[in-house]
């Protein structure tokens, strides 16, 4: 087992899976989403009132088809979309149009982030490389201020997932569903700090070297 990874190399495992497996990235968006509800729903966290965060990109898609599968389990739950529509990511349109389809709409703002009970953080994945915009770094520190539970889905939002230095400005997790493997920036500097419990999650993302343990015929590179 692989101890953890770059940014870098799950980002190259990612499209490994995809492009030469050929499992859909849809697919995997579907899995981390229903091992993100795992974690939610195994008794640590009070579901009476969840608020999920979401990005324009494929982590933000993971975190629309969190918020639809629980609404499609009867948990009350906001989603709370963080941009322009019209600006995300591929897979991140068709969660939100399915979304749609399923009767939850997402909002744009939220006044008072203490009226949920936990918050699904799917804002920035390991791919943010760059500090964090000031307008949402202000939304990150009202989250944290309001001193509620959050899960954050592969990484703290502004944690650096190779480096584990903050962005600007970073999400304090309670717990932190990542996937296939640990990333670095969760287990050195501020990322150690922010992730709170982790939770490894396996989606069906292997490095070649795994891939080689069921099929010998994979090159390991």
Known sequence: MTDAVTAHEMQQYDQYTINEIGVPSLVLMERAA???????GAGQFDLSQVLVIAGLGNNGGDGV?????LMQKGVPVDLL????ENRAAHNNAIQLEIAKKYGLNPVN???DFRQYTVI???LFGIGL???VPIKLGEMIKRVNAANIP????DVPSGINATTGE???SAIRATATVTFAYPKTGLLQGEGVKRSGSIFVKDIGIYSPAELHQFNPEIEEN
Not at 34 to 39: D, K, S, T, Y
Not at 65 to 69: D, M, T, V
Not at 81 to 84: L, N, Q
Not at 150 to 153: D, G, P
């Open 34 to 40: 229903l091992a993100g509800i795992e974690v939610l």
């Open 65 to 69: 088809a969190l918020a639809r599968l």
């Open 81 to 84: 979309f963080v941009g322009d």
């Open 109 to 111: 703002r939220v006044k």
């Open 120 to 122: 699904v953080d799917a």
């Open 129 to 131: 490389s760059k500090p």
């Open 150 to 153: 959050v899960v954050a889905i």
């Open 166 to 168: 903050i962005m600007g």
